[in-house]
């Protein structure tokens, strides 16, 4: 079954440092790969998806992924960190293309600093 | 657009009850998914309904049940309520097909006491 490891349960930058959270798959095909965002007691909000187009992949407020299927990673960084960016990050795999179901992994707390 | 709607926001509930949560999802949409986000367990999948039928289904015990309404709505029931079974409940829905992301709802906040 796929699945995803984020490795760090929490990460902290300071304000203006880089952002990398780690996300890596294990899968025998090519994955549909997302990231989203969890704010304190809301729901999720998906931050981009990698579904073979491109493997650098775009998301929204200023991050970004590379799908590397060599390292089996997806990664997501952002050059320049936010205090508005302290959130939860999960990464997720489409299990089987054929439903809209996801497996996520345990999540990434960031904690930005001043 | 209006997003996912669940409701209601919180809940709680004594052991061995039952409770209903509902979600509303996005108009057009025809898959709703359930996720249980846990502490301890992270975010797992519950099922996934598509036009009114069970499409997919995690790994949890029989007491935990959905259905799907012909307006897309989705209802998930929990029976004879444990303290483990306190969590976020999470909503998605989507178009349906393969390779489109789930939007999520707010969740509702489960309490068993």
């Known amino acids: 079954a796929q699945s995803v490891t984020q490795l760090g349960s929490h990460v902290s930058v300071s304000e203006g440092a880089l952002v990398l959270l780690r996300c890596n798959y294990s899968?025998?095909?090519?994955?549909?790969l997302f990231w989203y965002v969890q704010y304190p007691n809301q729901g999720l909000q998906l931050l981009l998806k990698y579904t073979s187009a491109a493997t650098l992949v775009k998301g929204i407020n200023g991050f970004e992924a590379e799908f590397k299927k060599s390292e089996t990673s997806f990664h997501l960084t952002k050059p320049s960190a936010h205090m508005s960016d302290a959130a939860e990050y999960f990464c997720?795999?489409?299990?089987?293309?054929?439903?809209?179901?996801?497996?996520f992994g345990k999540g990434t707390m960031l904690l930005v600093s001043p | 657009k209006a997003g996912v709607t669940q409701t209601p926001r919180y809940l709680i509930k004594t052991r061995g009850q039952q409770v209903t949560l509902s979600c509303s999802p996005i108009?057009?949409?025809?898959?709703v998914s359930w996720y249980q986000q846990t502490p301890g367990q992270g975010l797992q999948f519950l099922f996934e309904?598509?036009?009114?039928?069970?499409?997919n289904k995690g790994n949890f015990p029989g007491r935990f049940s959905g259905r799907q309404f012909s307006n897309s709505r989705s209802e998930m029931n929990v029976s004879t309520l444990e303290l483990g079974d306190s969590a976020l409940y999470l909503c998605?829905?989507?178009?349906?097909?393969?390779?489109?992301?789930?939007?999520f709802g707010p969740g509702t906040r489960l309490t068993v006491l």
């Open positions: 997720a795999v489409n299990p089987d293309s054929g439903y809209s179901t996801l497996t």
């Open positions: 309904y598509f036009s009114e039928t069970q499409r």
């Open positions: 899968s025998s095909v090519p994955p549909y």
């Open positions: 998605a829905s989507s178009p349906g097909q393969a390779l489109h992301e789930q939007f």
């Open positions: 108009s057009g949409h025809r898959s």
